[in-house]
């Protein structure tokens, strides 16, 4: 295998490296052990041909590369096997992905590959084994497997689609031209019929010619880039460029396929993947640092060994102050996935200057929006959302401009600088309690039945 080395790191010793999870990694809570689930990238679209594969494979490479010491699993659920093409050691193909829809743990199923990579094989057969578009979620919950998976799929929404999107924490879309672009709703759609969180999909402009113009001397990503947004998406900073020199790395005399990293690094590609892998690694430290999950014993735990717990506030947003032992109104950054609690005092200090604060019941969701054209600064307004405890909603106010306090609960909510904040969503339990109240068992079980109600109707607008 040709090495290299990205930031001093040796990636053509990666696979020497012993891997911490083969990957059972076990969290203790009190005398009970509870499994660690992977933090699940999908990379989807109902349109061939647009890079995913080549997207799915080199990011695996450039996150091992980037983070010598965190667990990557690859597997496909596409039948043109170049997952194993990339990343089986010799002639060992290793477990096959249908494992996961057979009950068999995902850690028993992923074999050590190139690039210190673990995958599992393709299978030319896969047949769904029900309707169940959670069946992935679940086996994924049980499966022990740490670190990030990465999902590559079938360009159209199958079985196999619909539940790696549910299952996912995070969806990459790569899209070329328009028809792709106009076919990322149907993904949303997924999401959100499978109950999951739309905000987790991110759009990313993939085979770019940069020779190319259009009209009034337009390039091809400002065009998608701008279509995508004024749609309502997020989108990546970066881009995927359309390179001879990498379409070439699959098409060679021998049935390899080789990574960016190794045989392409005098690419413009290079960088973008480099650019894409940080974007990715931010999501995970962000989303997945502090993965809270319910035990069966009522109580709640959390997986520490992603990072530093940054996902789970231990002050209000709003004041600053402690809120753990406090308890107040459970808040949840549809971004970031950030959540916490929010004091009662500061709450009615939010909206002392609405007319909504006179319709506020004892059930329901706040929801807070920010909208704009662009990254969000001084001037950026936002609407102030009451929906009752059936996921209804019951008034809207639009809150003019956001300063001071404002400012202030939003930065806090969402973990990052108010100036960076674009198209934020953060929802607001009228209920008050601790914050273990919303974090397990009934108390967690109705508020993510009510956020996903409210998401629907708030996409339904």
Known sequence: ??????????????????????????????????????????????????????????????????????????????????????????????????????????????????????????????????????????????????????????????????????????????????????????????????????????????????????????????????????????????????????????????????PVLTHARSTAVHRQFRELADFVLQRFDAAGTMRVRPTSSGGWTSDSSLGKPRRLAAECPACGKGTLREGGHFFFDQRSRRRGVLHPRCLRALLRETELKTLMAQEGILAFTLRGSGLLGPEADGILSLYDGAGEEIASERMGAMEGLYEDFWSGAAGRPFAELYRETLLVSLEAGLVEHFLAGEGRARFAELRQRVLREMSAR
């Open 1 to 258: 295998m040709d090495g290299g080395t990205i930031d001093g790191c040796d990636v053509g010793a990666i696979h020497e490296l012993p891997l911490r999870a083969g990957g059972h990694e076990i969290r203790p809570y009190g005398e009970r052990m509870e499994p660690v689930s992977p933090f699940v990238i999908t990379v989807a679209s109902e349109k061939g041909g647009v890079g995913k594969t080549t997207i799915a494979t080199n990011l695996a490479v450039y996150l091992k590369a980037l983070r010598e010491d965190l667990p990557v699993t690859i597997a496909s659920f596409d039948n043109h096997f170049s997952v194993d093409s990339m990343f089986a050691i010799g002639r060992r193909r290793g477990a096959s992905v249908a494992g996961l829809f057979a009950g068999v743990p995902a850690a028993e199923l992923a074999s050590m590959g190139e690039y210190g990579v673990q995958f599992l094989a393709s299978d030319r057969s896969l047949s769904p084994p029900d309707d169940d578009p959670h069946h992935l979620r679940r086996a994924l919950d049980r499966s022990a497997l740490s670190g990030i998976l990465i999902l590559d799929t079938r360009p159209i929404l199958d079985y196999f689609t619909r539940n790696a999107l549910v299952a996912a924490d995070l969806v990459l879309a790569p899209v070329k031209d328009r028809p792709s672009l106009v076919n990322a709703a149907s993904l949303q759609s997924a999401i959100l019929e499978g109950a999951g969180d739309p905000a987790r999909m991110w759009l990313i402009p993939s085979l770019i010619d940069a020779r190319l113009r259009l009209r009034d001397n337009l390039g091809l990503r400002e065009f998608l880039v701008f279509s995508a947004r004024e749609r309502g998406y997020q989108v990546v900073e970066t881009c995927i460029a359309k390179s001879p020199k990498v379409e070439g790395l699959a098409t060679n005399l021998t049935s390899r396929v080789y």
